[in-house]
């Protein structure tokens, strides 16, 4: 079992920064890949970033490369989405996922295990 804990959100101007954290509790988390996805207003949840057991490898939506970079610490047992030059269309609850695999995942269906989301408003 893999609790997941996000934190970090909140309202900046486009242009701006955010880092979100997700803090995990349980026993695999350095052995599970971690994803981040986000629900924006009145659509389905889609993906933005994931990255591998170890943080040797990390794959990006074509939205946010360049903009946004995923890495994790398995000593404090937490991911993180630094996302820079935010856009209004970033607007949306961003969630982490913790998979039973090692590699990175895109498809939401390859997490088990996901936290309550965090809010993130880019205001234009």
């Known amino acids: 079992q893999v609790q997941l804990v996000e934190s970090g959100g909140g309202l900046v101007q486009a242009g701006g920064s955010l880092r979100l954290s997700c803090a995990a509790s349980?026993?695999?988390?350095?052995?599970?890949?971690m994803g981040w996805f986000r629900q924006p207003p009145g659509k389905e949840r889609e993906f933005v970033a994931a990255?591998?057991?170890?943080?040797?490898?990390?794959y990006y939506a074509d939205s946010v490369k360049g903009r946004f970079t995923t890495s994790r610490d398995n000593v404090k047992n937490t991911v993180y989405l630094q996302m820079d030059r935010l856009k209004p269309e970033d607007t949306a609850v961003y969630y982490c996922?913790?998979?039973?695999?090692?590699?990175?995942?895109?498809?939401?269906?390859?997490?088990?295990?996901w936290g309550q989301g965090t809010q993130v408003t880019v205001s234009s």
């Open positions: 996922g913790a998979s039973v695999r090692m590699e990175w995942r895109t498809s939401r269906n390859d997490y088990d295990y």
């Open positions: 349980g026993r695999s988390f350095s052995s599970s890949a």
């Open positions: 990255i591998n057991w170890s943080g040797g490898s990390t």
